[in-house]
Nanobody, 121 residues
């Protein structure tokens, strides 16, 4: 199976920065993409950023110009650099790995448990 683990959340003041990490491990044949989503209380889950194995990146409109996604190890490890954070960025951030497990090799979504980001003075 594939395990996805996020880290790096915390409390930060408005205008501050945080870097989230997401690592996929286990029996992995390959990873097509790694994506970040977030969900604030009472709101729907929102796409934040994504990166493919080929290095193509994509961002949600609300974070363009402030967040940067990057990866190492063939996207097995992904980082989300968040700058100029705003109170409306407060949410639980989830990592989604679109991976092919070693046994089935079927493209499957794997999710982490989430990491909380709170932006407040």
């Amino acid at each position: 199976q594939v395990q996805v683990v996020e880290s790096g959340g915390g409390l930060v003041q408005p205008g501050g920065s945080l870097r989230l990490s997401c690592a996929a491990s286990g029996s992995i044949f390959g990873i097509s993409a790694m994506l970040w989503y977030r969900q604030a209380p009472g709101k729907q889950r929102e796409f934040v950023a994504g990166i493919t194995s080929g290095g193509t990146t994509n961002y949600g409109d609300s974070v363009k110009g402030r967040f940067t996604i990057s990866s190492i190890n063939a996207v097995n490890t992904t980082y989300l650099q968040m700058n100029n954070l705003k109170p409306e960025d407060t949410a639980a951030y989830y990592c989604n790995s679109k991976a092919r497990p070693g046994e089935s090799r079927r493209l499957t979504d794997f999710w982490g448990q989430g990491t909380q980001v709170t932006v407040s003075s």
